[in-house]
């Protein structure tokens, strides 16, 4: 045992000396080579919808999209200096209906094609994945292994069959809600209606769980993060949010919910999104809403629209940093431990990123950061991928044993929670 004990710590030593002796960068390199850095949400294919309505010969990702006018965040020359090895491609539509509508289960399908055909676009650089093993394999050979996440639970319109089609199509997470709440669970920035999950939402996130999809709680709620939290038999993510302890903002993941997290073995997806990084970004914008409102009362449409115009003009919205987002990381390792952490960037869907962080190239200089704070090289690694990489298999593994034990549900949403009510603000 004692010669176990020498052996190891003199190895221990060996790999701290071997890492002394090379600069941050270096290591950084050496550590994404070994292990594949994954983003947790990107929305370039809302881009090819928006610019180009989804035609991928229009939108040459070989080429420098930073000349675009407004930029995109994503390319591959970028996506390659940033050493992205995988990354969940978000499968997004603006959320119109309390109640959903079968129109959302058609765009989102359009999008998860856009994907597919992306990714047949340009076979060299991008191979889709479905499992922890397939992302391992492609980031082995080279290629960006590149997975589909559902953003809002509206795409499903209400019916565990199409969640259950939503996976077999390759989606492999879903967010439950977006800006608005849903029949069956509350959103951050929309009206509570349930308190948290209806019955029909706990089947929702029980049948993710015999499915083998990750259960997003990104945009929910706190309640429905709890809820979820008690009704998951599988580790959950949240695939792009900060830490509300830092920058208490609706999208962010209070303390007590990333302590359950750490008892869960989910993992935190940090973002960039400059409203959640920095708290006087965010304060910025609650002022220009209390001004806003304020001036509604006061003048006419128009006369508002000009107004606001002056005064973003005279006060610009300050920007965040590398460091700020360094911070959140700081704050989920001591809240939830290191093991909970990962990166979900949010890129081309929020506005220009952080100062250091401005699109997918810089990835390498927030784990260079992270290192100048001490973080070791193994630490690094899980946040950078390690961490996503062991909730997948943990995720896969219990939709195996749960297959074995039950049948897809066939429950419905009129049964578990009621006919729909109205639209909020409808009255009813």
């Not at 995109?72 to 539509?93: A, C, K, N």
């Not at 009704?231 to 609706?250: K, L, T, Y």
């Not at 005279?314 to 989920?332: E, R, Y």
Request: charged share 25%; proline share 6%; hydrophobic share 40%.
């Amino acid at each position: 045992m004692k010669s176990k004990i020498c052996l190891l710590l003199a190895t221990l030593i060996l790999v701290n000396a071997s890492a002394a002796g090379r600069s941050p960068e270096d290591r950084v390199v050496r550590v994404l080579k070994r292990t594949p850095l994954i983003d947790g949400h990107n929305d370039l294919p809302y881009q090819y919808r928006r610019r180009v309505a989804n035609h991928v010969d229009q939108l040459d990702l070989e080429g420098n999209l930073k000349l675009l006018d407004p930029p995109t965040h994503t390319d591959i020359p970028r996506l390659r200096e940033g050493m992205v090895g995988g990354q969940f491609w978000s499968v997004y539509v603006p959320i119109r209906s309390y109640g959903g509508t079968p129109e959302d289960v058609a765009l989102v399908a359009e999008q998860i094609d856009l994907v597919y055909r992306m990714v047949d676009r340009y076979p060299e650089t991008f191979e889709i994945a479905y499992t922890a093993d397939d992302v391992r394999r492609i980031h082995r050979r080279g290629r960006i292994a590149s997975m589909i996440g559902m953003e809002g639970g509206h795409a499903i319109n209400n019916s565990l069959a199409v969640l259950r089609q939503m996976f077999r199509l390759g989606a492999r997470y879903m967010t439950l809600t977006h800006g608005k709440s849903l029949r069956w669970a509350d959103s951050a920035t929309g009206e509570a209606r349930h308190g948290g999950l209806t019955p029909f939402g706990e089947e929702v996130v029980r049948e993710m769980n015999r499915l083998g999809m990750m259960v997003d709680l990104s945009h929910v709620s706190p309640q429905t993060m709890t809820d979820a939290l008690a009704v998951s038999e599988a580790p959950i993510i949240f695939s792009h949010s900060s830490a509300f302890g830092v920058v208490p903002h609706d999208r962010n993941v209070p303390d007590d919910v990333l302590r359950s997290v750490a008892d869960n073995g989910g993992v935190v997806m940090v973002t960039f999104y400059p409203t959640y990084v920095s708290e006087q970004r965010r304060l910025h914008f609650v002022r220009a809403g209390e001004l806003t409102a304020q001036w509604n009362q006061e003048m006419g449409e128009e006369q508002v629209a000009a107004r606001m115009a002056e005064w973003w003009q005279a006060n610009p919205a300050p920007s965040p940093t590398l460091s700020q987002v360094a911070d959140h990381i700081d704050h989920i390792r001591a809240t939830a431990g290191v093991s909970h952490i990962g990166l979900g960037g949010d890129y081309d869907g929020m506005p220009p990123g952080p100062v250091g962080l401005e699109d997918v190239s810089t990835y390498p200089a927030l784990l260079v950061e992270l290192l100048r704070r001490g973080y070791s090289d193994r630490e690094i690694g899980m946040i950078a991928g390690g961490n996503v990489l062991r909730v997948m298999e943990a995720v896969e593994a219990v939709a195996r044993k749960l297959q074995r034990e039950r049948l897809p549900s066939d429950a419905l949403i009129d049964e578990l929670d009621g006919p729909v009510g109205p639209e909020p603000g409808q009255g009813g």
